[in-house]
């Protein structure tokens, strides 16, 4: 077993732990609580605990990857900003990795990690640009260089959901209006389908008989319902998918990709996402770049740790 | 003279052409009418017969570099498509410079090569992530990753103008609404302008003697009024300003550059733009990248040619 590594992909309730060979391929994969607020700190022990497990198992990586929700410092290995994981901010994980596992360990934003995983694993023909959008409670993002993962000058690239739309438009969670994810996070397609079902009380029987309770409406009870013809869960994600499309045209127009992939549990939702996004680029006159892109979603749910620890795998054969 | 370049930037009135050392230093520089409506290939001719003259004179230059108004196909050299050189489009520059000069061509959008210019001559600490924003008639841009320009899947990167801000608002030469560009570009700022004394007829005593004919407007007579205290003019630079800062901002949020330049011809109105596109990036509360970011015009106003003449030397040097 050479040359695997640890990714680790920590979000809000859960992190989910995998060991990975230098192919992508999932050898092992575990899930821990975060329990975000008991600090970063026993977070860390906590992980140390089942790798020594994992070791006494025959599991003996070379490097850990980490993927963090938040403003990462890559070069020093710490958590700058998080307004995901409270107390986090400010601790060194490189550190406390190196010096508890003695492992080269790569500290990166979650978004990132998922995307450089979707990148290695799921785009075959590896296209030379790409932008990598994460769909779920927020929106992220990422974008591949020349092959490479473009962190830029303070490792903040890729923050796609905080480019804004609408400039006096719905409250985000960051504090700004308009932000792309006010609209396209999971919090801004449920208040999407909660504005449209108080405004058509007659309207949206199949989405009202899935989702009896208004507070459990969600993205995927939303796909559910628009594959069975619902017309408000098909006009929550035609209006998704068409502020998705204006937001990241603007991307597209700047940055000229190859391949747009969306990641994360909201982009299941496929089609009912990539088709109003394709309408708004082809709409747009200023083509080229929007006619060239190719739009696609990743598969692996378990992309953030794949990328995470190939990064590790990178980072250490000094790419 | 081992070495030198010629850069030719090509503008829809004027072309300049310039003999350019490796270090960016302008060592003769000639104009002539673009002509456009003649067609490509006569264009061509006369630049041939210009640059005879000019070898006669000792000027061997070992590569030439164009900057062409469009979206160029950089891989092949020609002129994918272009609404300010009609009858252009589809034309291999490379090729024909080529068989008439023996020299190796590129052929670069404009903007890039400004941008790239402005990074090679004036960033002397040669940052590693820059964003360049044209300011003419148009607005264009150009991105520098990792030192090297991005020239993205076409050839089209950079075409910032085109990123739209408002989904329903002005409209643009490129046929859609709300561009950056229906704001910031020359027209655009005109526009606000003549909206703004047309609505305050008591205000703008000292923009109205400076321009008795509205028709006469223009970014450089707004630059001297407001110099002098003009409330209207300062007023369209507010404007102005934040909407490129609004524009930018979703740039730098996902690009994450060490610096943002701008160049071009209204890129002189100086700290009447750059003060409201900082305001505008203070303000967001998305913050790493917008802090980080540094502003800067550059004040090189033949960097078009500069920054051509640079990047064919580099394509010679297999960079």
Redesign the interface.
Same mark, same amino acid.
């Given at each position: 077993m050479a040359s695997i590594a640890l990714g680790v992909d920590v979000g809000g309730t859960f992190a989910k732990i995998a060991a990975v060979s230098p192919d992508g391929k999932i050898l092992r994969l575990d899930e821990m609580p975060t329990d975000a607020g008991d600090g970063a700190k026993p977070f860390v022990g906590r992980l140390l605990r089942l790798l020594q497990i994992w070791r006494k198992q025959g599991i003996r990586p070379s490097a850990l990857g980490l993927g963090l929700a938040g403003?990462v410092d890559h070069e020093h290995g710490c958590l700058? %900003?998080t307004p995901n994981l409270p107390g986090w901010q400010g601790f060194c994980f490189r550190d406390a990795f190196k010096r508890a596992l003695r492992l080269p360990a790569v500290v990166e934003n979650d978004a990132n990690a998922a995307v450089w995983g979707a990148y290695a694993t799921e785009l075959k023909r590896r296209?030379?640009?790409v932008i990598g959008v994460t769909l779920g409670t927020g929106v992220g993002?990422g %974008?591949i260089?020349?092959g490479r993962l473009?962190?830029?000058?303070?490792?903040?690239?890729?923050?796609?959901g905080?480019?804004?739309?609408?400039?006096s438009g719905a409250r985000c969670h960051? +504090?700004?209006r308009g932000?792309l994810e006010a609209y396209a996070g999971k919090y801004g397609i449920v208040r999407t389908a909660r504005e449209l079902l108080r405004a058509r009380p007659d309207s949206g029987a199949v989405l009202r008989r899935l989702v009896p309770n208004l507070k459990a409406l969600s993205p995927k009870c939303l796909k559910a319902a628009a594959d069975q013809g619902d017309p408000i869960a098909r006009e929550v994600w035609r209006r998704t998918g068409t502020v998705l499309g204006?937001?990241l045209?603007?991307?597209v127009?700047?940055?000229?990709?190859?391949v747009l992939v969306f990641l994360g549990g909201v982009s299941r939702a496929g089609n009912w996402i990539l088709d109003p996004v394709r309408r708004v680029f082809h709409e747009?006159?200023? +083509?080229?770049?929007l006619r060239?892109?190719t739009l696609r979603c990743a598969v692996n749910p378990n992309g953030g740790c794949v990328g995470a620890a190939l990064l590790a795998l990178e980072d250490r054969s000094g790419r």
């Amino acid at each position: 077993m050479a040359s695997i590594a640890l990714g680790v992909d920590v979000g809000g309730t859960f992190a989910k732990i995998a060991a990975v060979s230098p192919d992508g391929k999932i050898l092992r994969l575990d899930e821990m609580p975060t329990d975000a607020g008991d600090g970063a700190k026993p977070f860390v022990g906590r992980l140390l605990r089942l790798l020594q497990i994992w070791r006494k198992q025959g599991i003996r990586p070379s490097a850990l990857g980490l993927g963090l929700a938040g403003d990462v410092d890559h070069e020093h290995g710490c958590l700058r %900003l998080t307004p995901n994981l409270p107390g986090w901010q400010g601790f060194c994980f490189r550190d406390a990795f190196k010096r508890a596992l003695r492992l080269p360990a790569v500290v990166e934003n979650d978004a990132n990690a998922a995307v450089w995983g979707a990148y290695a694993t799921e785009l075959k023909r590896r296209p030379r640009h790409v932008i990598g959008v994460t769909l779920g409670t927020g929106v992220g993002g990422g %974008l591949i260089v020349d092959g490479r993962l473009h962190r830029g000058a303070t490792g903040t690239a890729g923050e796609i959901g905080h480019a804004r739309v609408a400039m006096s438009g719905a409250r985000c969670h960051c +504090g700004a209006r308009g932000c792309l994810e006010a609209y396209a996070g999971k919090y801004g397609i449920v208040r999407t389908a909660r504005e449209l079902l108080r405004a058509r009380p007659d309207s949206g029987a199949v989405l009202r008989r899935l989702v009896p309770n208004l507070k459990a409406l969600s993205p995927k009870c939303l796909k559910a319902a628009a594959d069975q013809g619902d017309p408000i869960a098909r006009e929550v994600w035609r209006r998704t998918g068409t502020v998705l499309g204006w937001g990241l045209a603007n991307v597209v127009i700047v940055f000229n990709p190859d391949v747009l992939v969306f990641l994360g549990g909201v982009s299941r939702a496929g089609n009912w996402i990539l088709d109003p996004v394709r309408r708004v680029f082809h709409e747009h006159p200023f +083509g080229t770049s929007l006619r060239h892109v190719t739009l696609r979603c990743a598969v692996n749910p378990n992309g953030g740790c794949v990328g995470a620890a190939l990064l590790a795998l990178e980072d250490r054969s000094g790419r």
